[in-house]
């Protein structure tokens, strides 16, 4: 059972646009989300977290948005650089960032 | 930010043998933890590694495979026992710092 599910696997974006990664989970529970980058041979990256109290947290580039409603969040990165090419996992968990549960993944390639 | 150090960061094994991987944390944390990631999946989590007490597994994942040790609050090893081609995956380290997990580099492991 996938809690946490990215349905995207791949993505691809011109430098200098909006890039969007999206991700749904069904466990009602979380209460903390996180995304990270992953590049190849390296650790995942934090990128940024939002909890559930907030619908909006933003870091310079990087915003993430929560709908709770509809168990969505999305990671919006604008504008793209090449940089941020990269695999980004969401992760979802209970009472902070303990036990996190990590999506498949999305492959992020930001084309100049 | 934490820095964690992950080693060996790949290795080659023949099937029936084990494999330890180490991970040591530049400061001390309550809790870590290890993940799998195998190929085209997310990072699963194996276990919780607490200083002082036995780890706690998931489901799915047993001591006799997978023996973790916490001699300290900055040092962790995880042992595959007795792999398969089945056991090829990416297994990394994790540690909390406030609300943030942090990795390591992981151990890319190839049974043959």
């Known amino acids: 059972d996938q809690q946490v599910k990215q349905n995207s696997p791949s993505l691809s974006v011109q430098e200098g646009r909006i890039s969007i990664l999206n991700c749904d989970y069904t466990?009602?529970?979380?209460?903390?989300f996180l995304w990270y980058k992953k590049y190849p041979a390296e650790g995942p990256t934090f990128l940024i977290s939002?909890?559930?109290?907030?619908d909006k947290n933003e870091d310079g580039r990087f915003t993430v948005f929560l709908n709770k409603s509809a168990k969505h969040l999305s990671l919006h990165i604008v504008p793209s650089q090449p940089g941020d090419s990269a695999v980004y996992f969401c992760?979802?968990?209970?009472?902070?960032?303990?036990?996190?549960?990590f999506g498949q993944g999305t492959r992020l390639t930001i084309n100049p | 930010s934490a820095v964690i150090s992950q080693k060996p960061s790949r290795d080659i094994c023949q099937r029936g043998t084990s494999l330890t991987i180490q991970c040591q944390v530049d400061s001390q944390v309550t809790m870590m933890f290890w993940y799998r990631q195998q190929p085209g999946q997310s990072l699963t989590l194996i276990a919780t590694?607490?200083?002082?007490?036995?780890?706690?597994?998931e489901s799915g994942f047993v001591i006799d495979k997978f023996p973790i040790s916490r001699p300290n609050l900055t040092f962790s090893t995880l042992t595959v026992s007795n792999m398969s081609p089945e056991d090829s995956s990416i297994y990394l380290c994790?540690?909390?710092?406030?609300?943030?997990?942090?990795f390591g580099q992981g151990t890319r492991l190839t049974v043959v």
């Open positions: 992760a979802a968990s209970f009472q902070g960032a303990q036990k996190l549960v």
């Open positions: 590694a607490n200083q002082g007490s036995e780890a706690t597994y």
């Open positions: 939002i909890s559930s109290i907030k």
């Open positions: 994790s540690a909390d710092r406030d609300t943030e997990a942090f």
């Open positions: 466990n009602s529970m979380f209460d903390y």
